[in-house]
């Protein structure tokens, strides 16, 4: 989940570049005030939730699944 992150984004962007075509990104963003959404899209697949739906989001994708 990311929310206000445009700075970290925007500092990593070459890694999460690098990371594209490697693994499946996704960012779930609690509706940003500043361009965070903007700039996931550009590094991967980017979902616009509420805050605490987008918890809920990366919880259930990223933390009930078997490694």
């Not at 970290?8 to 959404?37: A, C, R």
């Amino acid at each position: 989940p990311i929310l206000n992150e445009e700075q970290i984004l925007n500092q990593n962007k070459n890694y999460f570049l690098n990371l594209k075509s490697k693994v499946n990104l996704i960012f779930v963003d609690g509706t940003s005030s500043d361009q965070s959404f903007q700039l996931a899209s550009q590094y991967s697949q980017a979902i616009k939730r509420a805050p605490m739906r987008a918890l809920l989001i990366f919880y259930f994708r990223c933390c009930t699944y078997p490694l």
